[in-house]
């Protein structure tokens, strides 16, 4: 499975940005889709997770009650609203497939750059 990441921009304090992540391919129901994000000199960071089946959802503390992740799976996207965005959260999006939450992963997006100025 192939991802694709979009929807990324500069934004300013307090504006939204929904990011979009789509396969090219059929993820497994087992499947995991993450999103995760590296800001400038720091390590790449777990944001949040979706299920491909079912409805349960992980957050990164940072992100919990301001993003939100969705899914299509008759699209095959995955969706990472961002609410309250903070000059913290500037950092390059990437969605990425995996087997367990935040590890294990088996493939990846390109990345999409996110700038938020104050």
């Known amino acids: 499975v192939q991802l694709q990441a979009s929807g990324g921009g500069s934004v300013q304090a307090g504006d939204s940005l929904r990011l979009s992540c789509a396969a090219s391919?059929?993820?497994?129901?087992?499947?995991?889709m993450n999103w995760l994000r590296q800001a400038p000199g720091k390590e790449r960071e777990f944001v949040a997770a979706?299920?491909?089946?079912?409805?349960?959802?992980y957050y990164a503390d940072s992100v919990k009650g301001r993003f939100t992740i969705s899914r299509d799976n008759a699209k095959k996207t995955m969706y990472l609203q961002m609410n309250s965005l903070q000059p913290d959260d500037t950092a390059v999006y990437y969605c990425?497939?995996?087997?367990?939450?935040?590890?294990?992963?088996?493939?990846w997006g390109q990345g999409t750059q996110v700038t938020v100025s104050s």
């Open positions: 990425a497939i995996s087997t367990n939450v935040g590890g294990d992963f088996i493939s």
């Open positions: 391919g059929r993820p497994y129901s087992s499947h995991i």
């Open positions: 979706i299920r491909w089946s079912g409805t349960r959802t």
